[in-house]
């Protein structure tokens, strides 16, 4: 089963910028598809970025030439690099895993850790 443990969450201010780790454990990592994702208080949990195998990766419209997905086989790690971050970027952050290769269209992914919590002030 794997685990995934998020990392690097905090206060910023607008315009600012923060690095998410995610670190996964309990099987291989070079075979899993990736995902963040957030959700803000009041709101449903959404998509924010993921990495697949092959290399490919997709953003949200809401981040996309702002936020950045990688991974380092190395560290069994995934990161999200968020620059220019905006008051409406504050929510929880979730780290997601999952083997099957059709999570990259439905983002239905089967292990999730426990959020970080990324604030943004005006």
């Known amino acids: 089963q794997v685990q995934l443990v998020e990392s690097g969450g905090g206060l910023v201010q607008a315009g600012g910028s923060l690095r998410l780790s995610c670190a996964v454990s309990?099987?291989?990592?070079?075979?899993?598809?990736m995902g963040w994702f957030r959700q803000a208080p009041g709101k449903e949990r959404e998509f924010v970025a993921g990495s697949w195998s092959g290399g490919l990766t997709s953003y949200a419209t809401s981040v996309k030439g702002r936020f950045t997905i990688s991974r380092e086989n190395a560290k069994n790690t995934v990161y999200l690099q968020m620059n220019s971050l905006k008051p409406e970027d504050t929510a929880v952050y979730y780290c997601?895993?999952?083997?099957?290769?059709?999570?990259?269209?439905?983002?239905?992914?089967?292990?999730w850790g426990q959020g970080t919590q990324v604030t943004v002030s005006s």
């Open positions: 997601a895993a999952d083997t099957d290769a059709r999570v990259m269209l439905t983002h239905d992914f089967g292990s």
């Open positions: 309990g099987r291989s990592f070079r075979g899993l598809g």
